[in-house]
């Protein structure tokens, strides 16, 4: 019965992603969490620009959009560089201290993904969109990641 | 005793000797033969190209303080101390206005600057020394077309004994050679000599200078706190499994094929070097990068 308790909140934390699991985990796990979820990240753009069709580029660009929907959640404060209880991370201080700024890189995340979104299917354009949604990644980690620890 | 007293002379000579040696300005292996002139024309055009491929200008100024290209003013922060580059505009009195092309040759592929005195290895002339005496003159009968802009050497922060400009001397001995670049692959004279991409993927040895046997297996501490990842190998990011067309599309855009993204220092090789070149000098660069992994 405890056991199966335990699997229960274990299951809600991790479905809920977000909001729920930050009061549950450490910040160190919040950290890991959203590290893995970045990758995922990647992993889904990848698959969306190698996919052979518009829908399988389309059903992988909605878990990229998923994603971007959660991404201010998974940055509760004190959980970057420096924070106690945070022993490896390259969050920035600065997404704490410029909310505005880190919010409309998600922004641009955001509208670079359905952007590609919409032109999945039309190669120039898909492309394209492409290119734009690499640089949005690059716009957000330019300002607010910094060097991997030594 | 008297055994002790002749080794102490001795010791003493020795010293002397070497002080003496160090003190005297050193004739350096620079030829330049009567065919490369910085004058030839179309050298200024090649000399454009050039200078990117060699990164010269991330050095040579101070974007963060909004400085003038080329005018020099960057702190390089180093395990020694402190380095501002100088001035590489052609102004005669604080730029290179009144070099000829050999002091230009000797300073860049020697590290001996017009004085006669030794340069520090922050500025990479032990990547440059592989560079062909042709380019380095393009370099030059470039960087001759720039505005002359008034910009005084700001003065390094270096600790004693590094201070001791001498010292490099004795370093260079031990650490610089001349190697042949003739028979080099475009790719490898990309990534050894212009790109001195070793300066920051290579390992270092206690004495600061890039350990040979270990070319590109990453470096803990790079510049400003960033671990360099290696280029050959087991990697993080599996880069031996990065395709020609993967490494060149990094190269030209810093995206990885995981669209994660380049940043700090390497955003800075992509933005003043790699983005600048043709894309068949990009693919030469994926290709000798390749090939190292390849058994």
Not at chain 1, 48 to 70: N, P, S, V, W
Not at chain 2, 28 to 57: K, L, N, Q, W
Request: proline share 5%; with cysteine; charged share 20%.
């Amino acid at each position: 019965m405890k056991v199966w308790i335990c699997a229960l909140v274990a299951g809600l934390a991790l479905s809920a992603g977000s909001v729920l699991a930050s009061a549950a985990l450490t910040p160190q796990q919040i950290v890991d969490d959203r590290v893995a979820g970045m990758k995922a990240l990647g992993g889904n753009l990848k698959g969306a620009r190698t996919a052979t069709d518009a829908a399988g580029a389309k059903a992988e660009l909605a878990k990229a959009i998923a994603f971007t929907e959660t991404m201010q959640s998974r940055f509760p404060k004190g959980t970057g560089i420096g924070d106690a209880g945070v022993a490896k991370s390259r969050a920035l201080q600065d997404i704490w201290t410029k909310p505005d700024q880190f919010k409309s890189a998600i922004e641009a995340l955001s509208s670079a993904l359905k952007a590609a979104d919409a032109a999945a299917g039309d190669q120039a354009k898909f492309d394209a969109a492409f290119g734009a949604l690499g640089k949005s990644c690059k716009g957000c980690h330019d300002q607010f990641r910094g060097p991997e620890a030594p | 005793m008297r055994l002790l007293r002749l080794a102490i002379i001795g010791a003493l000579a020795t010293g002397a000797l070497v002080l003496a040696w160090l003190s005297v300005p050193s004739s350096s292996p620079v030829v330049i033969t009567e065919e490369s002139s910085s004058r030839d024309p179309g050298m200024a055009e090649r000399g454009a190209y050039v200078v990117r491929a060699a990164g010269c200008i991330s050095c040579h100024w101070d974007r963060k303080g909004s400085g003038i290209a080329f005018a020099g003013g960057r702190a390089l922060a180093t395990p020694f101390g402190v380095f501002y580059s100088p001035n590489l505009t052609p102004d005669v009195e604080t730029g290179i206005g009144g070099w000829s092309d050999e002091d230009f040759v000797r300073a860049v592929t020697w590290g001996e600057g017009i004085h006669g005195e030794q340069l520090y290895p922050v500025f990479p002339y032990t990547s440059y020394s592989a560079m062909g005496v042709s380019d380095v003159l393009a370099i030059k009968a470039y960087l001759f077309t720039l505005k002359p802009v008034k910009a005084p050497q700001l003065e390094n922060k270096i600790s004693f004994p590094f201070s001791w400009r001498a010292l490099m001397k004795g370093w260079k001995l031990l650490f610089v050679d001349s190697p042949q670049n003739e028979d080099w692959p475009r790719g490898e004279y990309l990534v050894r000599a212009l790109g001195h991409c070793g300066q920051c993927h290579t390992p270092r040895n206690f004495f600061g200078a890039l350990d040979g046997g270990a070319h590109l297996q990453g470096n803990r501490s790079g510049p400003d706190g960033w671990r360099v990842p290696a280029l050959v190998g087991a990697t993080k990011s599996n880069f031996a499994d990065w395709s020609v067309e993967e490494i060149a599309e990094y190269l030209k855009s810093g995206v990885k094929p995981d669209f994660d993204s380049a940043q700090g220092p390497m955003a800075e090789v992509i933005e003043d070097n790699t983005k600048h070149l043709t894309s068949e000098d990009r693919r030469a660069i994926a290709l000798y990068l390749k090939s190292l992994n390849q058994h």
